[in-house]
Structures are given as C-alpha cells and as structure tokens.
T-cell receptor, first 112, second 114 residues
Framework: QKEVEQNSGPLSVPEGAIASLNCTYS??????FFWYRQYSGKSPELIMS????GDKEDGRFTAQLNKASQYVSLLIRDSQPSDSATYLC????????????FGAGTRLAVHP | DGGITQSPKYLFRKEGQNVTLSCEQN?????MYWYRQDPGQGLRLIYY???????QKGDIAEGYSVSREKKESFPLTVTSAQKNPTAFYLC?????????????FGPGTRLLVL
C-alpha cells in the first residue's frame, strides 16, 4: 500500500514566523507532488507542485523535494493569520493515470 | 467565468434513496474525478474518467455509480447500497502541464443522511 503521511498537527506559529509543513511518501518511483490548502468547510486549492529534487519558490511559499529521503515539505515565510488552514500533500497513486493519493493533512494555526 | 461547479451545496438523503451529485467544468479538461472526504481524513478516490464514455473505479467505488456522456459533465450517484454516505464530496478535473497532470477542485457537495 503506497502512502503519503503527514503530521495532523495542529502546528501553531506566531504571525511573521516561518511555518514548515512536512510530508513523507513510500513510493520511491513517485515523480510529482502537490500541496493544497483547504480552509474549513471549503474545497482544496492548489498552492504548489514540484517534481524535481530541490526547491521551488512562489512568493511566500517554497516547496522542497528530497527523493533520496522520500520527503516533501512546504515552507511558508512571513506567516499570516489568513494562512491558517489544513494543508494537504498529494503524490502519485500506484499504477494508474494521474491518480493522486492524499495525506490526511496538517492543520496550521497562525496566531497574531 | 471558467471553473468547476458542483451542485447542490448541501444534499439530504433519506434511507434507501439514490441521490445524484452534479459536477460540470468549462475548462476543457479531459479527465475528471470524484473524491470523498471524511472528517480528519484525506481525500479518497471514488471514480475517475480520462475521456468521454470511459470511467474507472477508484479505491472506494462500492455503492457509487458515475457516467461521462459529455466532456463537461461527470455526475455521481450515491446509491442505497452505500451504507455510510455522509461526507464531503469533491469533484476535480485535470490538465496536462509538461510532465505532470494538475488537478483542480470544485467547491464540493456536503451529503447528509436524514
């Protein structure tokens, strides 16, 4: 059973700090990963995708992929209360066309 | 205004009743998906469709059925065989961007059992 694992949190950080969200995966062949943000009661919205080893930056967000260690992370710089949400990590599911497997999500709370 | 729409926002099902959730997209995406989300859990794939008139079972297809008669539409029917249907249902569609397919979600339908 290929899996994507996340710490459920909550991860609590003060406003302005860096929030670090982590995800590990079991399938060494996985190529692409996605981070989604989900506000309470709403649907997931795509924040970042990454498929190469290393870092990918977009504004205050940086995604990091380490295929050797099988982890992917999301850093949020200058965290704001509006960043408070659940962050879902997703990676490729086995043996199928673009099927994704999602982690259970990490709840982030940014306090003023 | 492009996007993915789902209706209704809330749906109530009586015991033994079949209900159908609507999903429409005008993004010209080929692939569409249905997920179920339970509190504190990740999304689980119910069905997916790569092209019109073709669809495949996901990880939890029992008690559900779908059709894909048009590229824009992928309705999900929750049948009476699904004994625990209360959940948040999410429809997604995807487009190929280089080496990867990126999925985008509709606003969701919350199904409750009376």
């Amino acid at each position: 059973q290929k899996e994507v694992e996340q710490n459920s949190g909550p991860l609590s950080v003060p406003e302005g700090a860096i929030a670090s969200l982590n995800c590990t995966y079991s399938d060494r062949g996985s190529q692409s990963f996605f981070w989604y943000r989900q506000y309470s009661g709403k649907s997931p919205e795509l924040i970042m995708s990454i498929y190469s080893n290393g870092d990918k930056e977009d504004g205050r967000f940086t995604a990091q992929l380490n295929k050797a260690s099988q982890y992917v992370s999301l850093l949020i710089r200058d965290s704001q209360p509006s960043d408070s949400a659940t962050y879902l990590c997703a990676g490729p599911n086995s043996g199928g066309y673009n099927k994704l497997i999602f982690g259970a999500g990490t709840r982030l709370a940014v306090h003023p | 205004d492009g996007g993915i729409t789902q209706s209704p926002k809330y749906l109530f099902r009586k015991e033994g009743q079949n209900v159908t959730l609507s999903c429409e997209q005008n993004l010209n995406h080929d692939a569409m998906y249905w997920y179920r989300q339970d509190p504190g859990q990740g999304l689980r794939l119910i069905y997916y469709s790569q092209i019109v008139n073709d669809f495949q079972k996901g990880d939890i297809a029992e008690g559900y059925s779908v059709s894909r008669e048009k590229k824009e539409s992928f309705p999900l029917t929750v049948t009476s065989a699904q004994k625990n249907p209360t959940a948040f249902y999410l429809c997604a569609s995807s487009i190929s961007t280089g080496d990867q397919e990126t999925q985008y979600f509709g606003p969701g339908t919350r199904l409750l059992v009376l």
